[in-house]
């Protein structure tokens, strides 16, 4: 990871923190900060992802993958985009099945990692289970609103942890032989 990407990491675990404080000390302010910041992540990511794909994946083996995620990405971008209008109680669901989806995938990465003899499969692996934990925890709070808003305030502080984790990480220097 070069230094520009980690001063990202390290900039968007640091608003993932002030995020969760904010949930704790205006609940009605972060309902609707959490719709736009989602909101425009999703379009962002499926524009560029369209345009990367128009640029360069068209030719790129599996390259229609791309156009269908960046599709889908701007397609979730303009739900998001509706959800304001809705009880806070959709926009916490809606947090907590992109919680438990992203934990299926951290876990899909880690048991990759392991099927092919990677030694660094644990924490994927680990991020996993503890994301479906708290989209679970969630689930058996979703009655409360005040409760989901501790869960996903948890649940911002632990990916923030991951974010600072992933920036002091070490590169892994691979040398390939002729």
Do not use: H
Request: hydrophobic share 60%.
């Amino acid at each position: 990871m070069g230094t520009g990407k980690r001063i990202i990491s390290l900039l968007t675990g640091i608003v993932m923190i002030l995020g969760a404080v904010m949930m704790f000390i205006e609940p009605e302010l972060t309902y609707l900060v959490i719709i736009l910041v989602v909101d425009i992540i999703l379009l962002y990511k499926g524009i560029q992802s369209v345009v990367y794909y128009f640029r360069m994946a068209k030719y790129m083996v599996d390259g229609l993958s791309i156009f269908f995620k960046g599709i889908l990405m701007l397609d979730l971008g303009i739900f998001v985009f509706f959800l304001g209008a809705m009880p806070p109680v959709f926009v916490m669901l809606y947090l907590v099945v992109m919680l438990a989806v992203s934990g299926a995938l951290f876990m899909a990465k880690g048991l990759e990692s392991k099927g092919v003899g990677a030694k660094n499969w644990k924490r994927p692996f680990i991020d996993g289970v503890i994301r479906i934990i708290l989209a679970v925890l969630c689930l058996f709070f979703l009655n409360s609103l005040e409760m989901m808003q501790i869960m996903i305030s948890v649940t911002l502080v632990f990916s923030s942890l991951d974010r600072f984790v992933t920036a002091f990480k070490e590169n892994a220097i691979v040398y390939v032989g002729v």
